[in-house]
């Protein structure tokens, strides 16, 4: 899993060596959609999700300027379903061209946690803490390389059940945690 955990030097804008935290707010920036907003700890937009429509199967992560970074698409199956992202290259006019990047499907050995299985096949998880959305994502030797949490305030007030603190260990696909949390509030129904 090269993109969530590089051996060699930081090539991607999507990763730093430093622990980052992100405020997690489960709103659209646009009026009477459903999505969420990612800012960074300088309080600055670093992601966007527009769901236009809380019945569509499609859904996309946007950095700051509107690019397309990935597509996460439902696909139905049962009574659960399971998410498919492609990660947005620029050069192909639809996903169906492009391999899946990552899939994401109700995991059968953790109950009730989800199943990350990334393009070379290796895996991790999101753990669900509580019914609303605190969760951790791991990888497959238990290590946790991003957890999120209600937002308190430095005086330990909790800023709201939209509000939410996403902390990614250094070194980590930023963009990748913020798409599998985008998939989480899917499956919750919020975003």
Not at 17 to 24: G, Q
Not at 34 to 61: A, C, M, P, Q
Not at 173 to 183: E, K, Q
Request: hydrophobic fraction near 40%; proline fraction near 3%.
């Amino acid at each position: 899993m090269a993109r969530v955990f590089p051996q060699a030097g930081l090539s991607s804008p999507y990763m730093s060596t430093e622990r980052e935290t992100f405020t997690v707010w489960m709103k659209s920036l646009v009026y009477q959609t459903n999505g969420l907003t990612v800012y960074n700890s300088n309080g600055e937009i670093t992601y966007r999700v527009e769901n236009y429509d809380k019945s569509s199967n499609e859904v996309h992560i946007m950095d700051l300027h509107g690019n397309i970074l990935f597509t996460i698409r439902k696909k139905k199956l049962w009574l659960f379903g399971s998410w498919i992202v492609y990660r947005e290259c620029g050069t192909l006019s639809s996903t169906e061209e492009v391999k899946p990047f990552v899939k994401i499907k109700r995991s059968c050995i953790r109950d009730g946690d989800w199943e990350v299985r990334d393009e070379t096949n290796e895996v991790f998880w999101i753990l669900r803490f509580d019914p609303k959305i605190s969760f951790q994502i791991i990888d497959i030797h238990g290590n946790i390389i991003a957890k999120v949490k209600p937002k308190q305030s430095s005086n330990g007030v909790i800023l709201g059940e939209d509000v939410l603190t996403l902390e990614v260990k250094p070194r980590i696909d930023h963009s990748l945690v913020v798409t599998l949390v985008t998939v989480y509030g899917l499956i919750k129904g919020i975003v």
